[in-house]
């Protein structure tokens, strides 16, 4: 369980030649729920941007699930995404697809093309998040908890090793979001590392998990208790 499945050394962001966060070090292992907060504009997208291929690394060494961001090369960022399942803030289902039709097109689109193993994982990982019921539900007729839980399912498509969550509870309501980071927290128990960048602090002290602050420039580990 101590596997480092990320590790950064040294790094600096850059936004438009806009230095975001510098000199991060950073080391996460196998199995750990870190969150990740901060004022709106310190960073916290910018980092898991960058960790998942869509910002640059430019500055100092960076490696996750065993690809190294600095060397990352285009082709291979489609690999790296299929070991690394991203939730969103604004879920980005397809609004003309059916739940079983979204997660259809993310298993095509990644390889998968036996029909009977495509449904077989369409029902397990809408069984993990308490959506099984809900695969010809139309994302309209669902409430923003149940399109977010639809959207972590689809992260789990490909048994991915990392997830990162960019403020996935950010356009729920209190308990809603309390019922998202349960999904979460459940999917961390069963062996999943998960980032997750948030600002809502009661979640914080609801589920305390080891914490990291984006200010100033600088990201740094901080006690539960002065958040």
């Not at 349960?182 to 914490?211: C, E, Q, R, W």
């Amino acid at each position: 369980m101590s596997e480092s499945v990320l590790s950064l050394k040294n790094v600096s962001i850059y936004q438009s030649n806009r230095v975001i966060l510098s000199n991060i070090n950073l080391e996460v292992k196998h199995g750990e729920f870190i969150y990740i907060i901060g004022k709106t504009g310190s960073g916290k997208s910018s980092l898991i941007k960058m960790l998942y291929g869509d910002l640059p690394l430019t500055t100092g060494e960076g490696h996750i699930v065993e690809y190294d961001l600095v060397h990352l090369k285009e082709k291979e960022i489609p690999f790296l995404r299929r070991k690394i399942g991203i939730v969103f803030q604004d879920f980005q289902l397809l609004p003309d697809r059916n739940v079983s039709d979204n997660m259809l097109f993310v298993l095509k689109a990644t390889g998968w093309t036996d029909k009977e193993q495509m449904q077989n994982k369409m029902e397990e990982v809408l069984d993990k998040v308490g959506m099984k019921g809900f695969a010809t539900k139309m994302p309209h007729q669902l409430s923003g908890g149940e399109q977010q839980r639809v959207a972590i399912a689809r992260a789990l498509l490909n048994d991915p090793e990392f997830i990162l969550a960019d403020e996935p509870t950010g356009n729920l309501d209190p308990q809603t979001s309390v019922e998202v980071l349960d999904v979460l927290k459940k999917i961390n128990a069963n062996g999943k590392t998960i980032i997750m960048a948030t600002h809502d602090y009661a979640l914080l002290m609801k589920f305390p998990s080891k914490t990291l602050k984006c200010e100033d420039g600088s990201i740094f580990e901080v006690v539960q208790k002065t958040v």
